[in-house]
Nanobody, 121 residues
Framework: VQLQAFGGGLVQAGGFLRLLCAASGHTLSNYAMGWFRQAPGKERELVAAISRNGDSALYADSVKGRFTISRDNAKNTVYLQMNSLKPDDTAVYYC???????????????WGQGTLVTVSS
């Protein structure tokens, strides 16, 4: 499955962005999906994950209550709605697909190219 992430940009603290991950090559409903991020000088970390049919989602503590992951399998698209953004949210955001619904990034074998989110203070 090929993944492409869109929607990054520059936003002020307190603002919002919506990221999209478009899939091609395979039916997205075959995969659990995750959003990950990597800030400069830091390791890549999970932001959120969603099950194949969207009935379950997991979030990093740092984004709970602010970010929402969702999916539209008919459109082969996964979304990450990011509200109340903070400068600490600045990172390259990646979407990824896995055969296993998990927070473990090493179980995700298909990755998009990443989209940069910059939050100014």
């Amino acid at each position: 499955v090929q993944l492409q992430a869109f929607g990054g940009g520059l936003v002020q603290a307190g603002g919002f962005l919506r990221l999209l991950c478009a899939a091609s090559g395979h039916t997205l409903s075959n995969y659990a999906m995750g959003w990950f991020r990597q800030a400069p000088g830091k390791e890549r970390e999970l932001v959120a994950a969603i099950s194949r049919n969207g009935d379950s989602a997991l979030y990093a503590d740092s984004v709970k209550g602010r970010f929402t992951i969702s999916r539209d399998n008919a459109k082969n698209t996964v979304y990450l709605q990011m509200n109340s953004l903070k400068p600490d949210d600045t990172a390259v955001y990646y979407c990824a697909a896995s055969n296993i619904y998990s927070i473990n990034q090493y179980l995700y074998h298909y990755w998009g190219q990443g989209t940069l989110v910059t939050v100014s203070s």
